[in-house]
């Protein structure tokens, strides 16, 4: 099994890495112009300093430092203060209306809003499908996505 870990380290920190992987036995590989082939094994072995700012497996580098200083979510700002988080708990409730005075609802389709079927004001240029209401640009188009679409319309 060939466990290998490409690291495309910083601009900045490249000749630091370049020099500690010709001083590997054997020595690393690079697979890109500022790629190198890092077996799993010795990955854990390399200098924090040369990783940090890279992009490991095409992820970027976070050193264990700066993961244990990220912060988690531990709870939701209300306006009555700081609420817990509880996982698959319900959202908390929005104080009136969580729209603002110039939104506009939106039409919902089981209550007599747009059904997604074909309008009666088709734009000029372009032809529906009277099947599935999917837009083309062309007769032709249209035609020969309902031959191989539709055959039984």
Known sequence: ???????????????????????????????????????????TEAPEDILIGSLVDGHRYVSPAEDAASSELVGV??????????????????????????????????????????????PEGVFLCTTCSREFTSERGRDTHSRLKHPEA
């Open 77 to 122: 700002a209300t306006p009555d203060g700081f609420r817990e988080a509880v996982p698959g708990g319900p959202l908390p409730e929005a104080p009136g209306n969580a729209y603002g005075p110039d939104s506009t609802p939106v039409p919902d389709a089981m209550e007599g809003g747009d059904s997604g079927g074909p309008s009666a004001e088709t």
């Open 1 to 43: 099994m060939n466990d290998m870990i490409k690291i495309q380290p910083a601009r900045a920190r490249r000749r630091a890495f370049a020099a500690w992987a010709v001083a590997q036995v054997p020595k690393i590989r690079t697979v890109g112009t500022n790629t190198f082939a890092v077996p799993a094994a010795l990955f």
